[in-house]
């Protein structure tokens, strides 16, 4: 039996044919330590490429990427018409070519997130304190105690239904901060499934592109 951990798959635990499956929650059990440290040791490890394209699923829009190198010491994202991101500068190398997106990523976020989570909480009744739009690892959202939200950027690459849960889930805890029944109660007078958008929003990690990970 052995175990795979990777910012991709999560955990992968592969057991020869015939393998009584009873045995594989003990053995995890087992290696629980070893599991939560490789977890956070795992960095993604497909290959970082330069885009072609960027696909955000909440704007319903998709754009092609073009590289033009220059002398410039920075790169600059350039919105053209036809939907096409100009990017100039030093654009040979993908890891500044994913810095330079992750910039115009939250800026676009923050223009996008802040108000449309100002009018949902206006809506539901669901007041907060204040919000923050910020790349975050392992979450698409938090409240804290103080009814501060924060918003991962990434939300951008959701299709509307799934970001809409994730903003209405964090209102919702500036009521009932933990994730008991109570919680889940509520929040289901909101979004009827939430149970189910919940497991959908954290497969839908997998449509983040590699180059917004960074
Ligand atoms: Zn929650």
């Given at each position: 039996m052995t175990i795979k951990v990777s910012s991709w798959t999560g955990l992968e635990v592969v057991v020869p044919v015939?393998?009584?499956?009873?045995?594989i929650a003990e053995f995890i059990q087992s290696k629980s330590r070893w599991i939560k440290n490789a977890l956070e040791r795992s960095h993604p490890v497909e290959e970082l490429k330069r885009p072609e394209s960027v696909q955000l699923g909440l704007l319903n829009a998709i754009w092609s990427v073009g590289y033009c190198p220059s002398s410039e010491n920075r790169v600059s994202v350039l919105e053209q018409p036809g939907n096409v991101l100009l990017l100039t500068g030093p654009v040979r190398r993908p890891a500044t070519v994913a810095v330079a997106l992750n910039q115009w990523l939250q800026k676009r976020a923050a223009r996008v997130l802040k108000p449309w989570l100002g009018r949902l909480g206006a809506e539901l009744s669901l007041p907060f304190s204040r919000v923050s739009v910020r790349r975050q690892k392992t979450k698409w959202g938090s409240c804290s105690a103080e009814k501060s939200i924060s918003l991962n950027r990434n939300l951008l690459f959701l299709p509307e239904p799934l970001a809409r849960y994730v903003l209405v889930h964090e209102l919702c805890h500036c009521r009932q901060l933990d994730h008991s029944e109570k919680f889940w109660d509520f929040l289901e007078t909101f979004e009827p499934n939430a149970r189910q958008t919940a497991a959908k929003v954290r497969e839908a990690s997998e449509s983040v592109p590699r180059w917004a990970m960074v």
């Open positions: 015939g393998f009584n499956r009873s045995h």
